[in-house]
C-alpha cells in the first residue's frame, strides 16, 4: 500500500523559501510520474510541479521560475524547492503518485498534505 508522506511545510514570510519532501518506503520513486498539487480554502486541488518517470517535469504558470521539483533517487525523495513565496501559494500541499501523466485529472496515491503558509 502507498505511504506517501509530506514535510517541510510551515510558516513562512513573504519572499522567502520551503523545501517539501515527500517519502514513501513502498514505491520507488523514479518509475512513477511524481506530482506536487496544492488546495487553498474554497479552492480545487491543482498542479503545481509534476515530473514524469524519464524526467519531464511541468510547473503551474503562477509557479514557473520560483518552484522547482526534483527526486533524489538514492533517497527516493521528492522535493519541492519554492523561492520567493507569495501569499498566494498559502495553501495545502499534497505529494501525489501516478501512472498517468495527464496531470489536469485526480488520479493515483496521495498524501496526508503539509500545510504552507505565507504571510507577514
Known amino acids: 500500500q502507498v505511504q506517501l508522506v509530506e514535510s517541510g511545510g510551515g510558516l513562512v514570510q513573504p519572499g522567502g523559501s520551503l523545501r517539501l519532501t515527500c517519502t514513501d518506503p513502498?514505491?520507488?520513486?523514479?518509475?512513477?510520474?511524481m506530482g506536487w498539487y496544492r488546495q487553498a480554502p474554497g479552492k480545487q486541488r491543482a498542479l503545481v510541479a509534476g515530473?514524469?518517470?524519464?524526467?519531464?517535469?511541468n510547473y503551474a504558470d503562477s509557479v514557473q521560475g520560483r518552484f522547482t521539483i526534483s527526486i533524489d533517487n538514492a533517497k527516493n525523495a521528492l522535493y519541492l524547492q519554492m523561492n520567493s513565496l507569495k501569499p498566494e501559494d498559502t495553501a495545502t500541499y499534497y505529494c501525489?503518485?501516478?501512472?498517468?501523466?495527464?496531470?489536469?485529472?485526480?488520479?493515483?496515491?496521495w498524501g496526508q498534505g503539509t500545510q504552507v503558509t505565507v504571510s507577514s
Open positions: 501525489n503518485a501516478r501512472a498517468i501523466t495527464n496531470w489536469s485529472v485526480e488520479s493515483g496515491s
Open positions: 515530473i514524469t518517470k524519464w524526467g519531464t517535469t
Open positions: 513502498t514505491i520507488v520513486f523514479r518509475l512513477n510520474n
